[in-house]
């Protein structure tokens, strides 16, 4: 780890010295690289320059965010695909879209509600998918609890409390008899300046935007530390050993240990403890842990300058679950398919509702016309805006089957349809694609920039199958030629039958 140091001498500012801090036999070691006094002012324009483009870049980002935040929020989407045809029960598939980290509970009741009639579903006999266990949540919804429900459970990065201990050594130096003397000392007090500096210094030591105040020539003083010199934290305990290591050679330096400390360090929340002038550390071996597994000394980062450690770490952990954390961008899909249910509704408004502990989750709300061959295509959302997009499934077994057909054959459409098409679809073919979804067999049905998906149960006879999806195909195509002829209606002049009269010939 690179870390720059400053002094600070009768009011002016000396620096930066480079020192480079590494891991030496087990020991952190700090190794003095050299000044950087002299910037050059095109490496002065470049920062400017950096900087002024960071800041556009976090100005646009912004506007994006806020852009897509006010156009597209809601994650939980419901389709209906349908087809109403006066007297007959509803056809066509229901489909509930959950992203990534969302989960509703499997309890919850499916309404249908038409002209004063009320139909309900539970949820659970409708979905033939398996449950899970987790925190209910659904984006733009405040449900609350936990249990079965429905969903892809999502994954986010924590970064959990690392523990870990370390011993403290002090030099040492052996006399001519054996015995040696320790020169370290161990002061329980912070910021005691050493009164036997005449000159007074003031260190400012820079690593990883973290700025240290160092005070003398071996007081150190943290604004942002709460610890006091020689203790970590409040919760850090330390046990103190009366072993000395010493050198057997007289004159020689050596290390004594003095005593073990453990403490604990996560991501943004850097460990410091001060030491006594003389003082160096050791990891402990084995001793780096979280509350649920066992790790390795090198995921900490070591600092030890000017009397000061300063332990910080990077680990993080891949976590599951539901709820606003877990969000991501794949989708599952719950599809429902309306002709099982034998709905028969009239004319009117028909809203569909997805209801938890009496509370509306999600609804979607279409108009039945009393009209043959009427098809409806409606989406339904939470109460901020959903951004108009396919929405793909995660959990579908595909055995996909493209058709190219023309728009006009094996199809019964009146002349005028048939020319409405042509003229607006000059070039283009039904382009019809088959999914197999458990039980069922989910069809699409594309036309320019329109589509229609329906479900059949795929325990109907080939034949049989092959009548329903032609009949749902002509329903929609004359529904597409018939939109078009409604938009284009206008009134178109006669000439020939235009005149002007004076008001006394008009008899």
């Known amino acids: 780890m690179v870390y720059k140091k400053y002094i600070r001498r009768n009011g002016k500012v000396y620096g930066p010295y480079i020192y480079h801090s590494k891991r030496v036999n087990g020991k952190v070691v700090s190794e003095y690289i050299g000044t950087s006094n002299e910037e050059s002012s095109s490496s002065k324009g470049s920062k400017i320059i950096f900087i002024i483009m960071g800041f556009l870049v976090l100005l646009v980002a912004f506007s994006l965010v806020s852009y897509y935040r006010s156009s597209g929020d809601s994650h939980v989407v419901i389709n209906l695909d349908s087809s109403y045809v006066s007297g007959e029960s509803l056809k066509g598939a229901l489909h509930l879209d959950l992203n990534e980290g969302e989960l509703i509970p499997a309890s919850s009741r499916i309404i249908f509600e038409n002209n004063g009639e009320t139909k309900e579903y539970n949820l659970s006999d409708l979905i033939s998918l398996d449950k899970t266990e987790g925190d209910f949540y659904l984006k733009g919804s405040s449900i609350k609890g936990s249990g079965e429900g429905y969903g892809l459970i999502g994954t986010a990065e924590v970064h959990p409390d690392v523990f870990f201990k370390f011993k403290i050594y002090s030099k040492a130096e052996t006399g001519s008899s054996g015995e040696s003397s320790s020169e370290g000392s161990f002061n329980i007090s912070s910021g005691e300046e050493n009164s036997s500096n005449e000159e007074k210094e003031e260190v400012l030591e820079e690593s990883n935007g973290v700025t240290q105040d160092t005070l003398g020539e071996g007081d150190v003083v943290t604004e942002s530390s709460e610890s006091t010199e020689g203790s970590p934290t409040d919760e850090g305990a330390s046990t103190v050993s009366e072993e000395k290591i010493t050198s057997p050679l007289t004159g020689e330096a ?171 679809f000059p070039d283009e073919k039904i382009i019809q694609t088959a999914k197999r979804y458990k039980s069922w067999i989910v069809v699409r049905f594309e036309l320019g920039d329109y589509f229609l998906e329906q479900s059949y149960s795929s325990s109907l006879g080939e034949e049989e199958l092959q009548k329903e999806i032609e009949r749902d195909k002509t329903i929609w195509i004359k529904d597409i030629a018939n939109q078009i002829m409604e938009k284009d209606s206008s009134f178109i002049e006669i000439p020939e039958l235009s005149e002007e009269y004076n008001i006394s010939n008009s008899s």
Not at 299 to 309: A, H, P, Q, R, Y
Request: aromatic fraction near 6%; proline fraction near 1%; charged fraction near 30%.
């Open 254 to 424: 050596s290390l004594d240990f003095e005593k073990e400390v453990q403490g604990d360090v996560s991501y943004n929340k850097p460990f410091e403890y001060n030491l006594a002038e003389g003082e160096t550390i050791e990891i402990v071996e084995d001793s780096v842990r979280t509350e649920t597994a066992d790790l390795g000394e090198d995921i900490l980062n070591v600092e030890v300058s000017d009397n000061k450690v300063i332990i910080t770490t990077n680990y993080s952990e891949q976590k599951k679950g539901f709820g606003e954390e877990y969000l991501g961008d794949k989708t599952q899909s719950m599809l429902i398919n309306l002709g099982d249910l034998n709905l028969n509704f009239s004319e009117g408004d028909l809203k569909i509702s997805v209801v938890y502990d009496g509370k509306e989750l999600i609804s979607v709300k279409t108009l039945l016309k009393n009209k043959e061959n009427q098809s409806v295509s409606e989406e339904g959302k939470l109460d901020v805006p959903v951004e108009n997009k396919t929405i793909q499934s995660s959990n579908l077994s595909v055995e996909n089957k493209e058709i190219f057909k023309s728009a006009y054959e094996n199809v019964s459409l009146t002349e005028q349809e048939i020319s409405i098409l042509k003229e607006n």
